[in-house]
């Protein structure tokens, strides 16, 4: 028998493969975490939009929206500012700045709040004023 060819011994080095699965059952428990808290997630106020036939609008994210929901109270995104529109709208600085506001009114709304809202945003200096609707798919 030679000195290197001990059947006995074993081999000393590193492992060639990595065991994957506790890294599929972490990627697995945060897809089903990700699923369940997915839908929790969505922001604003929950409102009822008018059914028209229109082109679909294509709307940044991250431009300012103004809700006003079927009871009219009014949103500036998540924040009810019911009391004090026109202040409000005044005095936030990054409408002053965009000039750009998007009106997302409930269909059952009167039409009266939908204008009270919309002088406040003219009062406020808001040049682009849009008007968010659910659009009908036409066939």
Known sequence: ??????????????????NVTPLIDVMLVLLVIFMVTAPLLTTGVQV????VKSAPMQMDEAKMLVIITA??????GKD?????VD?????NARLQEDKELY?????NVKYGAV????AAARGAG???LGMLTDPMVVK
């Open 87 to 91: 202040d409000k709208l005044k005095t």
């Open 126 to 128: 808001v040049e682009k």
């Open 48 to 51: 009822d939009l008018p059914k």
């Open 115 to 118: 204008l009270r809202v919309m």
């Open 71 to 76: 009871d009219e109270h009014v949103y500036l």
């Open 103 to 107: 009106v997302q009114a409930d269909e």
């Open 80 to 84: 009810e500012i019911t009391d004090a």
């Open 1 to 18: 028998m030679s000195a290197g060819s001990g059947r006995g011994r074993r081999r000393m080095g590193g492992l060639n493969e990595i």
